[in-house]
């Protein structure tokens, strides 16, 4: 692949993905009792929002939603550098005993989902914890696997998958493209 980036979702194709995880949640969760949703920051509390909207619209009812910052709960935080950016966390509501679902875009090497199942266990213990991710683009190092996913892709530890939310980048897109050296 060149420097070029490759479109691998568009905005219709990410709609759909999207609307079709929000089924799999609900059938994973057996409806959406004692169900809440949780997006990582940044990204993945969008996908989440549209994932509420999803069900909302098709089962009628609201399902509490919030969002998690891990970046204090990082294993490279000593990377990140001395002052690192830090979103806010939002979990207005007792997790203990319910079906939390873990809401990101990229799913990689599974050391953010590994920190956002250490920042959870603050807050309380779920009677179940499930992972959905927009895409998954392999390359563990850690045994984490998602229960819902929109699209699988295979690229190379040279490539990175950027995923584009009309809130944050003006325009709805999953792409792959050259990482860069910084």
Known sequence: MTDRQT?????????RALRRMADEIVELNEGTDGLIIVGIQRRGVQLAARIVGSIRDREGVEVPSGALDI????????????RPVVGPTNLPWAIDGKHVVIVDDVLYTGRTIR??????????????IALAVLIDRGGREL???????????????????????????????VVIAAKTSA
């Not at 691998?8 to 709609?15: G, K």
């Not at 956002?116 to 213990?125: K, M, P, T, V």
């Not at 699209?151 to 709805?172: A, H, N, P, W, Y």
Request: charge should be negative; glycine fraction near 8%; avoid cysteine.
């Open 71 to 82: 970046t204090l709960y990082r294993d490279d935080l000593q990377t990140v550098g001395p």
């Open 143 to 173: 045994p984490i696997q998602p229960d819902v996913v929109g699209k699988t892709v295979e690229i190379g530890r040279t490539q990175r998958v950027d995923v584009l939310v009309s809130e944050l980048d003006g325009r709805d897109a």
């Open 115 to 128: 920190a956002a199942l250490d920042e959870l266990a603050d807050f309380g213990r779920p009677r179940r």
């Open 7 to 15: 479109t691998v979702l568009d905005a219709r194709a990410m709609d």
